[in-house]
């Protein structure tokens, strides 16, 4: 959390706030990303940027999603975030499952 929390982004009065409800809204609204139209298969990875965030309507970030056997991966930032550095660490991840 202190990576995040030391972003250029989170120098911006309330943007920490606006994260947090941001994951609120993902952890609530998991569900949705198990539904057959955003459900994706193993190996498939789906970035959703600001807007096309399908759980939260919070602009500011994007979340990267992962399909495994029977779940889900998913990495919230701020949509300058490193996203091949965030998908190699997801490529690590299913090279050791």
Known sequence: WQ???????????GLA????????????NIEEMFLPETCLPAGMVKIYIGK???????EEFSIITAGFDGGLLAILGPKRMSYDKNIGLIQK????I
Do not use: G, L, Y
């Open 17 to 28: 706030a606006s994260f947090a409800r941001m994951i609120e809204d993902f952890e609530e």
């Open 3 to 13: 990576e995040i929390f030391e972003e250029p982004e989170f120098m911006e009065p």
């Open 52 to 58: 096309e965030n399908p759980v939260s309507k919070n």
């Open 93 to 96: 991840i299913w090279e050791k």
